[in-house]
């Protein structure tokens, strides 16, 4: 069943649609992306099938790239917000590239320095939002930032239509439609790229458990879909990802969100991942040190009749954000595959195995970040509709930049409202 999915694939990969471009464009042949396993390890290797292989090399760099992962973590938000760039840059340069192959726009006038300006340009527009957001009180005190957030929109805006008019001015002739091609291409890249991993950030904020929970989620469901699916899998899951299982995508969903509420568990008993990621004006630098809010505090719940003859429990005491993480990992198992999914559509319609070959058996970065980014829009949407509330301290941050006559119209309209509410009349009679 597999080799006839496969086989069918190979004749859906070219439609109508693709001829035409072909004919247009002069031919899209593959791009040619192979991993380069290291040398070590292709000799450590040799007497294993290519399966057995595969299955060593993706768990060997796995588990690296895990490691990895926990000693950015330790180094801070800092670091962790650096990465979250490094990590944006090499997928937009990956999709780019792509782009410029598959439609062979090696003659397009300015298309890869425009495309590099664009990146520019967004970025200072979403950076610049998150500076005046979380570091108002910095901005306030330097004029030079001070002025650049006043006018930062406008700034923005200016820069962005200046690479509007450098790509008309680059437009010729005998390559009109494959120009706006690559103009739709890099903006499409820039929305699917730039905006998530900006929303990466805002989470990060929220506290390092809205980063780090929902990130690791994503890598189990990954990792156990795919143990599950190479030693139990029998049965197709969708035609874009032949490899691709129910056994996998079942045994991936259950492992995931026990995993979710075990790390919930552990992570919620540490201020330091719970806090939000607040900056520190005295000392100049990032703190993480609160008194935890009621999500991460332990409560008592009763348990479902039904459950408890199983259990032989009747209450059972956790931390009200496992209960958050069940949605998230439940996310991350069943709406989270379809990134890649989705990446998987994207790579058969240009005919390529992966992204780029960055990581030996797991192709470019982009291939590992297909569906964190789609989780990442996700947390964001998520904390804003369930979680966050008003920030007290940021209104004060802005009601101490007005003018006098506005912050006494604002007090003796608070003042009135109170007075209104009886909460005032008490406080003078006590």
Not at 55 to 62: A, D, N
Not at 310 to 326: A, C, D, E, L, N
């Amino acid at each position: 069943n597999l080799q006839e999915s496969e086989s069918e694939n190979k004749l859906d990969g070219e439609t109508a649609s693709d001829s035409e471009s072909k004919s247009e464009f002069g031919g899209s042949p593959p791009v040619p992306t192979s991993d380069d396993t290291p040398e070590v390890l292709n000799r450590a290797l040799s007497n294993l099938s290519s399966r057995w292989k595969n299955w060593w090399v993706r768990g060997i760099l796995t588990l690296a790239m895990i490691t990895f992962f926990f000693i950015i973590i330790y180094l801070g938000p800092m670091v962790l917000m650096t990465i979250v760039m490094c990590v944006q840059i090499k997928c937009f340069h990956e999709i780019i590239t792509i782009g410029y192959n598959v439609y062979h726009s090696y003659d397009l006038p300015w298309f890869r320095t425009l495309s590099w300006y664009f990146l520019l340009c967004v970025n200072y527009f979403f950076y610049g939002e998150t500076v005046t957001d979380y570091f108002f009180t910095l901005v306030q005190r330097e004029e030079p930032l001070r002025i650049l957030s006043k006018y930062h929109r406008f700034i923005s805006f200016a820069l962005y239509l200046t690479g509007f008019c450098m790509f008309v001015l680059s437009l010729v002739k005998k390559h009109y439609r494959l120009q706006f091609y690559m103009f739709g291409w890099t903006h499409v890249t820039l929305l699917i790229v730039v905006t998530q991993s900006h929303l990466i950030i805002h989470n990060l904020f929220e506290g390092m458990i809205w980063f780090i929970v929902p990130i690791s989620c994503v890598i189990c469901n990954d990792i156990m879909a795919y143990m599950f699916g190479f030693f139990f899998g029998r049965t197709p899951l969708i035609k874009l990802s032949p490899k691709k299982t129910w056994e996998g995508f079942i045994g991936g969903f259950f492992a995931t969100v026990l995993f979710g509420l075990l790390l919930s568990y552990v992570m919620s008993g540490y201020r330091c991942f719970t806090c939000p990621v607040e900056f520190n004006n005295d000392t100049n630098s990032f703190t993480v040190d609160c008194e935890p809010s009621e999500l991460f505090q332990l409560q008592e719940y009763n348990i479902p009749l039904v459950l408890q003859s199983v259990v032989g429990w009747k209450t059972v005491r956790m931390y009200p954000f496992q209960i958050h993480s069940i949605a998230l990992s439940t996310f991350a198992s069943l709406i989270g595959p379809f990134g890649g999914f989705f990446a998987s559509g994207f790579k058969r319609a240009f005919k390529i195995k992966d992204f780029a070959n960055t990581i030996p058996g797991h192709g470019g970065i982009m291939d590992r970040f297909d569906c964190q980014y789609l989780m990442a829009t996700f947390v964001n949407v998520y904390i804003a509709s369930f979680i966050r509330g008003p920030n007290p301290s940021k209104l004060i941050q802005q009601f101490l930049t007005l003018r006098p006559d506005q912050q006494l119209h604002i007090f003796n309209t608070l003042k009135a409202h109170l007075v209104d509410k009886g909460m005032l009349g008490g406080l003078e009679d006590a």
